[in-house]
């Protein structure tokens, strides 16, 4: 697979390579990923957000980790996915819904990049950033749409966290300092690390 490729050339690198685990035993019913979307759904997310700070706590062991007991867990009906436009099909179906039972301190900041004029989505999703005062760490996430479920868990884990929906830039990296630099993107989409470059 492309995955297997790519694992097997950053073995020849120093590059960190993230391997999302899968197990989706407790979440047997809805499981990971939407019925009608190609994206996972909360619990898939949930998922790899566990995997991403399993990983960075190797060696920084003081970065937090939410357990699934922190959360309350409910099956809602919802919206109609991308999968089911394609078809041109009206299915509603029921997924899985993550409340904290704790006191959330993440806290939404406002943007401070201009988007793009090549963004090709709505603009409003192009930059995403949270404080919270009660962590340390500063994450910068490039992603994909995957980040829409994913990002809103990592932000309990980091003081500081910004997501790009896109390509890594080098400018904001300089810009922002962070102790983390994730960039996150889905199987199918491997192909465009051949073009992707940090000079600019």
Not at 10 to 32: A, C, M, N, Y
Not at 97 to 110: G, L
Not at 182 to 193: G, P, Q
Request: a negative charge; glycine letters at 4%; one cysteine or more.
């Amino acid at each position: 697979t492309k995955a297997q490729h790519l694992k097997k050339a950053l073995k020849q690198t120093e590059v960190p390579f993230i391997e999302i685990h899968e197990d989706t035993r407790q979440f047997s019913g809805s499981g990971i990923y939407y019925k009608s979307d190609s994206h996972w759904n909360q619990a898939g997310a949930f998922l790899a957000y566990r995997s991403i700070i399993e990983y960075i706590r190797k060696d920084f062991p003081d970065v937090s980790m939410l357990s699934i007991n922190d959360f309350d867990i409910d099956t809602v009906p919802g919206k109609i996915r991308d999968l089911a436009r394609i078809l041109q099909m009206e299915i509603t179906e029921y997924t899985y819904i993550f409340r904290p039972k704790f006191e959330v301190s993440a806290v939404e900041q406002t943007k401070r990049y201009n988007v793009p004029e090549t963004f090709p989505f709505d603009k409003r999703y192009y930059e995403t950033r949270f404080f919270n005062p009660k962590e340390k760490y500063k994450l910068l996430v490039f992603g994909d749409s995957f980040m829409v479920n994913l990002f809103p868990f990592l932000v309990h884990s980091f003081g500081e966290s910004i997501c790009i929906r896109g390509r890594m830039d080098n400018g904001i990296i300089a810009n922002e300092h962070p102790d983390f630099v994730i960039f996150e993107t889905v199987e199918r989409d491997i192909d465009k690390l051949l073009t992707m470059s940090l000079k600019n």
